[in-house]
């Protein structure tokens, strides 16, 4: 009796293997494709976050301080537009960042906008205080 043993795969099994990689790299692919613009993206959302926060410790830090000249305000800033935002946060503004110019009110909370490198914007909230 000669009986022969199959060694390997056919022809048809590493076919079929390869249509299915080719149609989960295609699956896949797209949603990776746009991870850039999510990444730029929520870079912005965290500088906007920064400046939301900035904004709002900078206000209290102020109103808890009182006097101008008291030694504490010197360390905070007067905020009257969305500009001034930027020089509340420790270490500046990003490169490449830019805020929206808007006249805030003292006492008065505004929505302002900041614009990253890519065009990519995001809101942020800011408190005018003299």
Do not use: H, W
Not at 34 to 55: I, R
Not at 100 to 125: H, L, M, R, W
């Amino acid at each position: 009796m000669n009986k022969s043993q199959q060694a390997g795969f056919t022809l048809i099994e590493l076919v079929m293997v390869i249509v299915i990689l080719g149609v989960l790299a295609a699956v896949a692919l797209p949603k990776f494709v746009n991870v850039d613009d999510d990444a730029k993206q929520a870079a912005v959302n965290g500088v906007a976050g920064a400046l939301s926060s900035a904004s709002a410790v900078n206000y209290a830090s102020r109103k808890a301080k009182g006097e101008t000249g008291n030694a504490a305000t010197n360390k905070t800033v007067a905020v009257a537009n969305c500009t001034d935002v930027a020089n509340a946060l420790q270490g500046g503004l990003p490169s490449g960042y830019t805020i929206t110019a808007a006249a805030i009110a003292a006492d008065a909370t505004t929505t302002c906008t900041v614009t990253g490198v890519s065009a990519k914007t995001a809101t942020f909230t800011a408190t005018g205080i003299s």
